[in-house]
C-alpha cells in the first residue's frame, strides 16, 4: 500500500515570508499524482495543487508550488509570500490506478501564519 | 460553493441508530468518493462509486454501507453507531474514474455519537 508521509505536525511563518511544507511517499507504480489540500478552520477541502508524475516541469499556481523529487518520491510545498488567510492545515495526497484512484493521504501540516 | 453538496451538515444521534448522510456530486461528475476524518485516523478513504457502480472500497466497516442512485447522488448508511464514528464525513465528486485530477470536496457531515 501507498503511504504519504507529512513529517511536520506544525509549522509557523511570518506574513510575507515564505515556507516549505515536506511531504514524502512510497510507491513502486511510475504513474500516480500527487496533491496538496488545504483545509482551513471551515473544514472545506480546498485543492491548492496537483502534479503529475510523468511531468518533470514542477506545477506552479500563482504563490504556490511544488518541488517534486520523483526519485527521492519527494513532494514539497512552498508558500512564498504568506498570507494569513493561508493558515490552514496542509494535507499532502497520492492518487494511482492501483489505489483504485482513492486519495491516500498524510496526517498533514498545520500552518500558522504571524503578522 | 463547491457545487458537491452534502446534507445534512451536522448530526447528533445516540449509539447504535442508524443515520443516512446524502451526497449530490457536482453536475456532470460520475465519481463519488466517500472519506472519514477523525481525529485520531486522519483522512481514510471509504468507498468509491462510478456511475452506480461500487469500484473500490477502503477502510470501510462492514457496519457502513453506501449506494450510488441514477441521478448519481450517493448515500452513505452508518448503522449500529458507536462512539468511534463520530467524525467529520466528506464527499468528494470527480469527472470519471482516472488520474485526470483531483477531486471536488463538498463541505462535510459532522457527526457526533453520544
Known amino acids: 500500500a501507498q503511504t504519504v508521509t507529512q513529517s511536520q505536525p506544525e509549522m509557523s511563518v511570518q506574513e510575507a515570508e515564505t515556507v516549505t511544507l515536506s511531504c514524502t511517499y512510497d510507491?513502486?507504480?511510475?504513474?500516480?499524482?500527487l496533491f496538496w489540500y488545504k483545509q482551513p478552520p471551515s473544514r472545506q477541502m480546498i485543492l491548492v495543487i496537483r502534479?503529475?508524475?510523468?511531468?518533470?516541469q514542477n506545477a506552479t499556481e500563482n504563490r504556490f508550488s511544488v518541488n517534486f523529487q520523483k526519485a527521492a518520491k519527494s513532494f514539497s510545498l512552498k508558500i512564498s509570500d504568506s498570507q494569513l488567510g493561508d493558515a490552514a492545515m496542509y494535507f499532502c495526497?497520492?492518487?494511482?490506478?492501483?489505489?483504485?484512484?482513492?486519495?491516500?493521504f498524510g496526517k498533514g501540516t498545520s500552518l500558522l501564519v504571524t503578522p | 460553493d463547491s457545487g458537491v453538496t452534502q446534507t445534512p451538515k451536522h448530526l447528533i444521534t445516540a449509539t447504535g441508530q442508524r443515520v443516512t448522510l446524502r451526497c449530490s456530486p457536482r453536475?456532470?461528475?460520475?465519481?463519488v468518493y466517500w472519506y472519514q476524518q477523525s481525529l485520531d485516523q486522519g483522512l481514510q478513504f471509504l468507498i468509491h462509486?462510478?456511475?452506480?457502480?461500487?469500484?473500490a472500497k477502503g477502510n470501510i466497516l462492514e457496519r457502513f454501507s453506501a449506494q450510488q442512485f441514477p441521478d448519481l447522488h450517493s448515500e452513505l448508511n452508518l448503522s449500529s453507531l458507536e462512539l468511534g464514528d463520530s467524525a467529520l464525513y466528506f464527499c468528494?465528486?470527480?469527472?470519471?474514474?482516472?488520474?485526470?485530477?483531483?477531486?471536488?470536496f463538498g463541505s462535510g457531515t459532522r457527526l457526533t455519537v453520544v
Open positions: 468528494a465528486s470527480s469527472s470519471g474514474t482516472g488520474t485526470e485530477g483531483g477531486y471536488t
Open positions: 510507491t513502486s507504480e511510475s504513474d500516480y499524482y
Open positions: 502534479q503529475e508524475a510523468y511531468k518533470q
Open positions: 495526497a497520492y492518487r494511482s490506478a492501483a489505489s483504485g484512484y482513492a486519495l491516500n
Open positions: 453536475s456532470g461528475d460520475l465519481s
Open positions: 462509486y462510478y456511475n452506480g457502480e461500487e469500484r
